[in-house]
């Protein structure tokens, strides 16, 4: 079965510092992930998707993820951060090869920026 | 142009009561989601449908029922509720629903159980 871990429950930052949200998945073939953001009193927003193209995927707010298959990793990062990503942040997997679309989310990370 | 759409946002009732949680999307999208996010758990799927008159059970579907008689409506039922479920509740939906394919978030109904 499928499955994602996110390290890390809380991560606090400065802002401007390097933000990193570190996701690994467990899966016997190949899948699609996802990085989705919460703001507050707010549904899941869409940040980026990793469908099997390009290993790096650039998402909104100048975020970005790396899929590492050695490594079955799918970290998030942004170069500087800003108050406004203070938010929080769920890693998915995507249910294959039963094509129902399922997502299988990890635990999320909550991310604090401080000024 | 609403998107998809939650009813109510906001809910208290009591231990043994029904209640319904809405759910309309104006897409069309053929596959829709109830989820309930809970600390510690992230979010969790309750039922899914993949077209109307389709349904099927998630990870934790104990104590909820779903229908969807209509595309653009999933409703879920707490046929008698428990302080258990007290949770946010979350609808999403996607099109075809095909691997790989976003899902699209409601804003959420948090729910709580006296």
Partial sequence: AQSVTQLGSHVSVSEGALVLLRCNYSSSVPPYLFWYVQYPNQGLQLLLKYTSAATLVKGINGFEAEFKKSETSFHLTKPSAHMSDAAEYFCAVSEDPSNTGKLIFGQGTTLQVKP | ?114
Avoid at chain 2, 81 to 101: H, L
């Fill in chain 2, 1 to 114: 142009d609403a998107g998809i759409t939650q009813s109510p946002r906001y809910k208290i009732t009591e231990t043994g009561r029904q209640v319904t949680l809405m759910c309309h999307q104006t897409w069309s999208h053929s596959y829709m989601f109830w989820y309930r996010q809970d600390l510690g758990h992230g979010l969790r799927l309750i039922y899914y449908s993949a077209a109307a008159d389709i349904t099927d059970k998630g990870e934790v579907p104990d104590g909820y029922v779903v229908s969807r008689s209509k595309t653009e409506n999933f409703p879920l039922t707490l046929e008698s509720a428990t302080r258990s479920q007290t949770s946010v509740y979350f609808c999403a939906s996607s099109d075809p629903g095909r691997v790989g394919e976003t899902q699209y978030f409601g804003p959420g109904t948090r729910l709580l159980v006296l």
